[in-house]
């Protein structure tokens, strides 16, 4: 018997299949197990995405959206660097709410780097959305290079993210403002 086409978006499902990989792991997940977990069919599932890399894309989005959401409008008369540090800790308080299925995927990509290198340009996309955010200028070559600088910042927090056990997140936040403060310094330095 069909099951009764649901009216769910590809953001829905893409928690869904985040937050299933928190319970089987991101390895083991078919669509199939989405369309059970979310109750609709295959085929509903196949008009959301592609493969599994659109759902980490969808998922991305969705996390993106969330942290802009909350961050609101932040004004300039607060540095730069605690205004980044306050969108990124917002991004991974955001996070937490699906730790377990995002820890999942990022240990995946130990065993299929080919699903890091191809998400390596939606992260590019979502450190331009956290710097415009934070009121930097995300154009040209400087940009370019605030964009890059931040991906790389924003990947070593999210390792020690990973192995924070507590929801104030001290780890976290102490790497992210070690490593804030050292691109400053750069910046400083080198006038970006």
Known sequence: MPKVKKDISKQELAIIAINLAGDIGWGNIRFQDIADEADISLADVSRHFDDKICILCAFGKYIDQRTLDEVGIITKDVPARERLFDILMTRFD????????????????????????????????SMTWMLEAAGL??????????????????????RDWMNDETDDMPKTMASLDKSLGKAEGLVEKFGL
């Open 137 to 158: 200028d995300t154009n040209g070559m400087r940009g370019a290079l605030r964009v890059i600088g931040l991906k790389v910042i924003y990947l070593k927090a999210l």
């Open 94 to 125: 955001v996070l937490n709410e699906h730790k377990d299925g995002v820890v999942s995927v990022l240990h995946s990509f130990k065993s299929d780097p080919k699903q890091a290198l191809i998400s390596l340009p939606y992260l590019g996309r």
